[in-house]
């Protein structure tokens, strides 16, 4: 960030969650890339749905506590199954309650997106020998 100034926007990954810590890797490394091409200006944090933290609630405030007044949460699923479709949005309400001047959205899960599909089939397309 540039000194002196907030960020306005911000983007919370929202990830399942699991027991082994090895399995959030690649969402880390995912948030670092994302950081690199967002600039300093623009926060990138990882939530998790459970058994890791934090959680959805605890990365908005964190954001909000650093002056976001926008922030987009991207599901990193690849669908939309029930997670995405009961628990996001009720954790987005919570979140939309608890900080009201803050404009708070999801979009779609990162899998729904034609150009996620597409580096994905090139990807496999890449393992043929």
Not at 24 to 49: C, H, I, M, N, W
Not at 55 to 75: E, H, W, Y
Request: hydrophobic residues 50%; negative net charge.
């Amino acid at each position: 960030m540039n000194a002196g100034t907030l960020p306005s926007r911000g983007i919370v990954l929202f990830a399942h969650g699991a027991r082994d810590a090895r399995w959030a890797e690649p969402f880390e490394r995912l948030a670092q890339k994302l950081r690199a091409l967002a600039g300093p200006d623009t926060p990138v944090s990882l939530a998790f749905l459970e058994l890791m933290t934090p959680d959805l609630p605890t990365a908005v405030a964190a954001q909000v506590a650093a002056g976001c007044a926008s922030i987009t949460v991207v599901p990193v699923f690849f669908g939309q199954g029930g997670h995405v479709r009961r628990d996001l949005p009720l954790a987005i309400d919570a979140c939309r309650t608890a900080h009201p001047g803050v404009d708070i959205r999801a979009a779609v899960p990162v899998g729904e997106d034609d150009a996620v599909l597409d580096a994905l089939a090139a990807y496999c397309l890449r393992q043929l020998i």
